[in-house]
């Protein structure tokens, strides 16, 4: 059983080394990108409000490019479902597979087709820390940064990478050192204590 586990963590761990070296592979071609260029500009704006609506402009420009492009392919997933309900029910196995295989490949092709300034974030967030400190430029070392003034300008962040789920403590280190160097240690931390509290009596309202 032991042995069985240190062979799982082998592979678990070769496939997150994998995924570091395909995104220190990947950084010049993503911090060219000419969507992730217009993001970071809008995000640099030194104008707080110009910054902001900036944002939310592109934030809505992303979701109805996303109600425009994701409802064929939202509609093909619910038809296949259909289908293969229709098949378990008829028990024939042969076209279900296939089925099974086509409706994967209309899942990956949906989620893949997925784009929202959390996105922009998560890219951001995989080019800071897959590069050396060394050859950050100037704005890829100001990303941290950037980040804790989004959050105070009343956007969100996500902390699980939904594209490893995990939490990368290194980017969520960085991000809160910025945090607390813009609005003061002490008040981040009576501003961390608030929440925390706001979020427990919220799951005592759920318990009991």
């Known amino acids: ?83 293969a309900e229709e098949l378990a029910r008829e028990n024939n196995e042969n076209a279900l597979e296939s089925l099974k295989r086509e409706l994967y490949s209309a899942k990956i092709d949906l989620i893949e087709s997925i784009l929202n300034i959390e996105h922009l974030w998560r890219e951001l967030s995989h080019l800071y820390t897959a590069m050396e400190p060394e ?31 995990m939490i990368h403590m290194e980017w969520v280190t960085e991000v809160l050192y910025e945090l607390s160097s813009l609005i003061g240690e002490a008040t981040l931390l009576e501003k961390c204590s608030h929440w925390t509290m706001n979020i427990s009596s919220r799951n005592r309202k759920y318990i009991s």
């Open 1 to 83: 059983m032991e042995h069985h586990t240190t062979k799982e963590k082998l592979r678990e761990d070769a496939k997150i080394k994998n995924c570091i070296d395909k995104r220190c592979a990947d950084t010049y071609h993503v911090q060219n990108n000419s969507l992730l260029q217009l993001f970071l500009g809008l995000l640099t704006n030194k104008d707080s409000c110009s910054r902001v609506l900036s944002l939310r402009v592109l934030e809505k420009e992303l979701a109805e490019r996303g109600e425009r492009e994701l409802v064929p392919l939202s509609n093909k997933v619910s038809n296949l479902n259909r289908s």
């Open 135 to 165: 050859r950050r430029s100037e704005t890829i070392q100001d990303i941290p940064r950037l980040a804790a003034q989004h959050l105070l300008n009343g956007f969100c962040l996500e902390l699980l990478d939904g594209d490893s789920n």
